[in-house]
């Protein structure tokens, strides 16, 4: 990064103005107890509870270091016609627009998504200014060095230093997307940790962070009795977790 870009960065950090975990998630009680629980304890809840898959392909994984969580705020991105160069507009709108502790979801469609960066030292910028909890991108991302200075969790199919003019152009806001695999709809809570993205139904959260919980405790039962049995198969069948 060059002395100039750097002089950027260092203001937005000293402003305090970092992923906006707290205040918000504290005002949605489902974000926070979404929020405390592993991914993949809410990934095996969203199985048993709404009976489909709610985890992201594996080709999303963590470009930035942080854990995220928070509702769901989607655009949706399309090849652009052949000579068009239009910045991301519906992008640009959803971030200046999204609710403190959102996840931006951003799904860039067709085979050459991946090569294309979805976000970038701009775009990252302006939602650690608006209180954005970290984005996802079913798409690439540029400038992650800058990314991981803000503090801002990134999830992406890789580093890719292309930018999105000319390539694509955004097509919709707000509306459901496919990412990763997975149904993402505006409001659903987001998850991501080491382990990948989950994301929970806004219509099942409390029964799907019930049951995960319940799970979390019975890992944790399950690996005292492992310890204390010296076998993993009886810790299994006394408590019903793997």
Known sequence: MTSMRRAIWVPVMAAGLGCAAGPPAARDPLVAAAGALAAASLSDAVDQVAGKRGFLSHGIR???????????????????????????????????????????????EGPEGADVAALGGIMGTACVVRGLAG?????????????????????????????SVGR?????????VVCGGVEVGPGDIVVGDADGVVVVPAERAAEVIDRARDLDERERRTMRSVRELRSVKKAIELHRRI
């Open 62 to 108: 963590r470009m930035t270091p942080g854990k995220l969580c928070g509702r769901a705020v989607t655009v949706l991105a399309r090849p652009a016609p052949a000579g068009e160069k239009a910045p991301p507009t519906l992008a640009l709108e959803t971030i200046d627009e999204a609710e403190p502790g959102s996840v931006l979801v951003i799904v860039m």
């Open 135 to 163: 984005a996802v991108l079913d798409a690439g991302v540029r400038d992650v060095e800058e990314l991981e200075e803000l503090g801002f969790p990134v999830f992406a199919r890789g580093a890719v230093p292309s930018t």
């Open 168 to 176: 694509y152009v955004t097509v919709a806001k707000g509306a459901p």
